[in-house]
């Protein structure tokens, strides 16, 4: 009965958040699509700007959210709800001050590009592009903290629903600029930022107007600066941990850009990457499902039922990878033409199809293993693992595969595939290993330390 209650509590605030993340990832997605059917220079400059604004802005503002699933959290299983309003305030304030710096990587995307040994023709493009998603940039600087907010509240339904409008205006929007306007590709960047700001302002309008947060949002406070070097520290390790998975798909990228042929292996490991991350959002919502009963669960004192929902989700996770695998593999030579007209990329997609299949299976179940490591606020062994899998075997396995054998975008793939089972077995060592009594008691001192420095 247990475990059924338990499903039923991570399933309740998994859905939703698996909304937010697809709709989030459909926005990238229908860009690709609108830029697809302009020509195949403006997809592989499009492809290398997302690359690029990932790797330089949205990953690291996400990663520094992240700070949030553990404090918040574990606050909010406590009861300490006055804290939750003081650590949004210092995840904006720390994200907007971080985002010029960010904004003007962007400004130098064509330089970076370049040096990193990019086709000049596709680093042009991909610089008109990116410079249109710096506002965007800024507005996550806003939707990330907020949505974490909420979601550690287990306050789902309405991020849901604010995301299917940004996803739904970005529709609309892109579809008038290229189809009635005729502005030009650039012009999806330029409604990607229009639909982000929109989904800041419902965020925001919720959190200062809703009676939901009225226990956890108490106004702005001159405790926002109280404190900070803990907070800074951790969403540091935080962004650290996750960008240093997130950078992995992206350098797969740019290393495609160095072989034979770029544009049509850029656009074929792009849109790879892109299907793979796609399913990575529904394992990513089961991530953020368990990171929040866990850090709920740990901040009430209560490891047994911490415990729990690790167990539960990976059988929920196992399930949905093997489901997405299966699937893919069934419709491996079909799926292609439905992000580009290039008969040479879907050749591409078609033949390296079971290898994304595979590195869906290992990828989706590890990355619930990283909500429970988040959950924990043991985000600096996350950053070590990761460092270790994707570094130190991942990229150097894809490397050799790929430019020394002569296996090109197939060869990347498997490479990186290792380094995801790696990672995957280094997660369960440390959380088989897990003491979740002492982890409670750690966190609730720590609670009582830092609830008297924030009153």
């Known amino acids: 009965m247990d475990n059924v209650n338990e499903m039923k509590r991570v399933c309740g605030l998994s859905a939703p958040n698996m909304a937010v993340n697809l709709f989030d990832m459909g926005i990238v997605l229908v860009s690709l699509l609108f830029v697809g059917r302009i020509g195949e220079l403006e997809l592989a400059g499009?492809?290398?700007?997302?690359?690029?604004?990932?790797?330089?802005?949205?990953?690291?503002?996400?990663?520094?959210?992240?700070?949030?699933?553990?404090?918040?959290?574990?606050?909010?299983?406590?009861?300490?709800?006055?804290?939750?309003?003081?650590y949004l305030q210092q995840a904006v304030a720390l994200s907007i001050i971080l985002c010029i710096p960010l904004s003007t990587l962007f400004i130098f995307t064509r330089r970076i590009l370049l040096l990193l040994g990019q086709d000049p023709a596709m680093s042009a493009k991909a610089k008109d592009f990116i410079v249109w998603l710096i506002p965007s940039l800024f507005a996550n600087a806003f939707v990330q903290p907020l949505l974490k907010f909420l979601q550690t509240q287990g306050v789902v339904i309405p991020s849901a629903i604010f995301s299917a409008v940004s996803f739904g205006a970005h529709i609309l929007l892109s579809w008038l600029f290229i189809h009635k306007f005729h502005v030009g590709f650039h012009s999806v960047a330029i409604s990607t930022s229009i639909s982000f700001?929109?989904?800041?302002?419902?965020?925001?309008?919720?959190?200062?107007?809703?009676?939901?947060?009225?226990?956890?949002?108490?106004?702005?406070?001159?405790?926002?600066?109280?404190?900070?070097?803990?907070?800074?520290?951790?969403?540091?390790?935080?962004?650290?941990?996750?960008?240093?998975?997130?950078?992995?798909?992206?350098?797969?990228?740019?290393?495609?850009?160095?072989?034979?042929?770029?544009?049509?292996?850029?656009s074929t490991l792009s849109i790879c990457n892109s299907m793979a991350t796609?399913?990575?959002?529904?394992?990513?919502?089961?991530?953020?499902?368990?990171?929040?009963?866990?850090?709920?669960?740990?901040?009430?004192?209560?490891?047994?039922?911490?415990?729990?929902?690790?167990?539960?989700?990976?059988?929920?996770?196992?399930?949905?990878?093997?489901?997405?695998?299966?699937?893919?593999?069934?419709?491996?030579?079909?799926?292609?033409?439905?992000?580009?007209?290039?008969?040479?990329?879907?050749?591409?997609?078609?033949?390296?199809?079971?290898?994304?299949?595979?590195?869906?299976?290992?990828?989706?179940?590890?990355?619930?293993?990283?909500?429970?490591?988040?959950?924990?606020?043991?985000?600096?062994?996350?950053?070590?693992?990761?460092?270790?899998?994707?570094?130190?075997?991942?990229?150097?396995?894809?490397?050799?595969l790929g430019f020394t054998f002569k296996f090109k975008t197939k060869g990347l793939l498997a490479g990186t595939t290792v380094?995801?089972?790696?990672?995957?077995?280094?997660?369960?060592?440390?959380?088989?290993?897990?003491?979740?009594?002492?982890?409670?008691?750690?966190?609730?001192?720590t609670l009582d330390t830092r609830s008297l420095t924030l009153k």
């Open 197 to 266: 700001w929109i989904k800041a302002a419902l965020l925001a309008l919720y959190v200062c107007c809703s009676k939901v947060c009225k226990h956890t949002w108490r106004g702005l406070s001159t405790c926002v600066c109280t404190n900070v070097n803990h907070f800074l520290k951790l969403s540091l390790v935080s962004a650290f941990m996750v960008c240093l998975e997130y950078w992995t798909f992206e350098m797969l990228v740019l290393l495609a850009g160095l072989l034979p042929n770029p544009q049509i292996e850029v």
């Open 46 to 86: 499009a492809s290398l700007a997302i690359t690029m604004a990932n790797s330089l802005g949205y990953f690291v503002l996400m990663g520094m959210a992240g700070a949030l699933e553990t404090l918040c959290g574990q606050a909010y299983g406590a009861k300490a709800y006055h804290m939750l309003g003081i």
């Open 278 to 400: 796609f399913n990575y959002m529904i394992t990513l919502g089961l991530s953020l499902g368990v990171s929040i009963r866990v850090s709920n669960e740990l901040g009430a004192r209560n490891p047994s039922a911490a415990k729990l929902a690790v167990f539960v989700v990976l059988v929920l996770a196992t399930a949905e990878v093997f489901i997405a695998a299966a699937f893919l593999l069934m419709v491996h030579k079909s799926w292609g033409w439905v992000f580009t007209n290039e008969s040479e990329v879907v050749d591409n997609l078609t033949s390296i199809t079971p290898f994304l299949a595979l590195w869906i299976l290992i990828d989706g179940t590890q990355c619930v293993l990283q909500g429970v490591v988040r959950g924990c606020g043991r985000q600096n062994l996350g950053a070590i693992i990761n460092l270790a899998a994707f570094y130190l075997c991942g990229l150097p396995v894809g490397v050799l």
């Open 419 to 445: 380094g995801f089972f790696l990672q995957l077995v280094l997660y369960l060592i440390l959380i088989l290993r897990m003491d979740w009594r002492r982890q409670a008691v750690s966190v609730s001192q």
